[in-house]
């Protein structure tokens, strides 16, 4: 038996930390994980050690530092590969539950719809670098790009948030289409915040009583 692997995607601004924090302090008392398992609320990029450096880099809005859109591609997927070697794998063997805030079709929406990488490149690269670990669960919070922008207007933005509204609408078309595809949970987050943590918390025990 492995613990259960959930995944929170969408936008920026869409609430995913916010939920995230409150299913964090249900889920142990939920009475769906077993006895001894663990919650491990975990994000990308930036979940491991070397993760958190990565993100510094990734995300740093001086122009200079701007990386290609290939370099942007693989310094995402090196943060994945060791939050999946060292966080991730090692907490689903032991049986512990994983959250993570976003996970690899965050890369195809982002780097792939967004940034027009072939998206056939980025699903090879995704099957070495996610080492067979796949989402029992991917909850989209879907927002619009125009609500996004809204949301975050006093905020300084990251460097990936800096792109404006039409990278925005790319990648949530991207995301739409492929919580199609796999069929995702998709939660409308324009609502208030307790009625869609109520929705997750309905979706986990559908998913996993
Ligand atoms: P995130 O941590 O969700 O943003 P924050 O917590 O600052 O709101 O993600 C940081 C940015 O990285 C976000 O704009 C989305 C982007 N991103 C990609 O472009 N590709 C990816 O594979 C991932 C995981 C994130």
Request: charged share 30%; proline share 3%; with cysteine.
């Amino acid at each position: 038996m492995k613990g259960k692997f959930i995944v929170i995607e969408g936008i920026d601004g869409c609430g995913k930390t916010t939920q995230i924090d409150e299913i964090s302090k249900w889920l142990p008392t939920s009475g769906l994980m077993g006895g001894d398992s663990k919650l491990i609320k975990t994000r990308e990029p930036g979940g491991s050690l070397l993760g958190k450096k990565l993100r510094n880099l990734i995300l740093d809005n001086n122009k200079n530092n701007k990386p290609s859109s290939l370099a942007e591609l693989l310094l995402y997927s090196a943060d994945r590969a060791e939050h999946v070697s060292k966080i991730i794998s090692p907490a689903l063997e032991k049986e512990d539950w994983v959250i993570s805030d976003r996970y690899a079709d965050s890369t195809l929406a982002y780097q792939g719809y967004g940034r027009n990488i072939n998206l056939e490149i980025i699903r090879s690269l995704e099957s070495i670098v996610c080492q067979g670990e796949q989402p029992d669960l991917t909850i989209f919070l879907e927002i619009s790009a125009e609500e996004s922008i809204l949301r975050r207007k006093n905020f300084i933005p990251d460097r990936i948030e800096s792109e404006g509204i039409n990278f925005l609408k790319k990648v949530n078309e991207g995301f739409k289409l492929i919580a199609k595809e796999k069929n995702w949970k998709v939660i409308s987050a324009t609502q208030n915040v307790n009625a869609i943590t109520n929705e997750i918390k309905e979706t986990l025990l559908k998913n996993f009583s």
